[in-house]
Every structure is written in C-alpha cells, then in structure tokens.
C-alpha cells in the first residue's frame, strides 16, 4: 500500500516553529483538499489536529495550521511546547483504485 | 462524550479467526460511516476498511479483501471486523474509527486492541 511522504523525524527547541511535509500524488493530496493531520503520543490514540487541510478542530490549540500546495501538504506547529513531542501523520482521501483513504508515514517530532 | 472502545483482540494462531466488536457510546452512532484502522508494532497506520451508515456498502484494502469482513449492528452501537485466514502481518493494534463522510476524515478514535498472529 503506497503512503504518503513525510521526513521521518524533526526537532526543535521550546518556541521554536517546526513544519512537517506530506507529499503524495495527483491522485490525493493534489486532487482533494480532505488533508487531514492526527497528533499520537506512545501507546495512544491518534488524535485529530487538523483536517480538510487547513480546519482546526474544537479544542486543538492554534499553535496547530495547516495548508497545501500541489501535491505537498503541511502541518506547522507554532511556538513548540514540551507536550508537542509525538508522532504526526497527515492523512487523505484518494481516488486510488485499491484504497479509500491513505496515511502518511509518520513524522517523529522531538521537543529539545 | 464520544466514546469507542474496542475489544476481542488477542492471540490467534496463523490460520485463525477473530472477531474484533467496538462498543459506541455518546453520538448517534447510526449516522456515522465508520472505518477500522491498524498499525503494526512501531510502525505508522494503515486504512483496513469501512462501512456505511446502514451497512448496505462495505470496502476493504486489498491485503484483507476475501479474509476480512466489516459490518455493523445498529441497534448494539457496535462495530465489527471479522477476520479470517489471519497471517503474522496481521499482528497490529486495531483501531476502530467514527468517520465525516462528507469532509473525508476520521474525527474520532478508540484506544484499540492489540491482534497477535503467532504460533
């Protein structure tokens, strides 16, 4: 099952900005915008951060944004906080005649 | 309060079967497609499978198509994956999901259960 692209790992300092990319194909993130971003921490469940590439919901910080261009899209994270560190996984729709819905990678983001 | 939990997960020999159940509380749960998602130790997630509100239109990767089987009881809240002929790339934490089918994405997650295929 072909994933989208994203850098295995980041880090940054406290205050810091940090922008996690998720490149897929003209078949997903270049043809739709249901872009969405789940926040896991170890031995959680992923959490919605982000979705419809850009829409935060209820409860998630603004620290959180998200935008798109072409077939990349991005998560930033603002002013990184201690409780940031976790791994990010963009997600989208795709029209791909074998999957429905496909999940980037995964980013490890690390809190120096 | 949104809640999904769930349950069935376990050891299983290669070859075996298991019944996963999710147990929905706190939304009306017939008014939500909803998907199974797992993730291997240590590595990302991966789309199993959905289901629509009423259960009369199913989907599946293709690494499941023909062992595993999605469906839904309505009148339970509950969500199942059926799964047969299972093979030690299996083995992951299954995770069943509450999908906005008209914005595409999953807005809610349970906690899991952990699938072991191993002899």
């Known amino acids: 099952q072909s994933a989208l692209t994203q850098p295995a790992s980041l880090s940054g300092s406290p205050g810091q900005s940090i922008t996690i990319s998720c490149t897929g194909t003209?078949?997903?993130?270049?043809?739709?915008?249901?872009v969405s971003w789940y926040q896991q921490h170890p031995g959680k469940a992923p959490k919605l951060m982000i979705y419809?590439?850009?829409n935060r919901p209820s409860g998630v910080s603004n620290r959180f944004s998200g935008s798109k261009s072409g077939n990349t899209a991005s998560l930033t994270i603002s002013g990184l906080q201690a409780e940031d560190e976790a791994d990010y996984y963009c997600?989208?729709?795709?029209?791909?005649?074998?999957?429905?819905?496909?999940f980037g990678t995964g980013t490890k983001v690390t809190v120096l | 309060e949104v809640q999904l939990e769930e349950s069935g997960g376990g050891l299983v020999q290669p070859g075996g079967s298991m019944r996963l159940s999710c147990a929905a509380s706190?939304?009306?749960?017939?008014?939500?497609?909803m998907h199974w998602v797992r993730q291997a130790p240590g590595e990302g997630l991966v789309w199993v499978s959905r289901?629509?509100?009423?259960?009369?239109?199913?989907d599946s990767a293709d690494f499941v198509k023909g062992r595993f089987t999605i469906s839904r009881d309505n009148a339970k809240n509950t969500l199942y994956l059926h799964m047969n002929s299972l093979r030690a790339e299996d083995t992951a934490v299954y995770y069943c999901?509450?999908?906005?089918?008209?914005?595409?994405?999953?807005?809610?997650w349970g906690q899991g259960t952990l699938v072991t295929v191993s002899s």
């Open positions: 999901a509450r999908y906005r089918n008209s914005y595409e994405y999953i807005d809610f």
């Open positions: 706190g939304f009306t749960f017939s008014s939500f497609w």
């Open positions: 289901i629509n509100t009423d259960g009369s239109y199913t």
């Open positions: 003209s078949s997903d993130v270049g043809d739709y915008n249901y």
């Open positions: 419809d590439v850009s």
């Open positions: 997600s989208s729709y795709t029209s791909r005649s074998t999957l429905v819905y496909v």
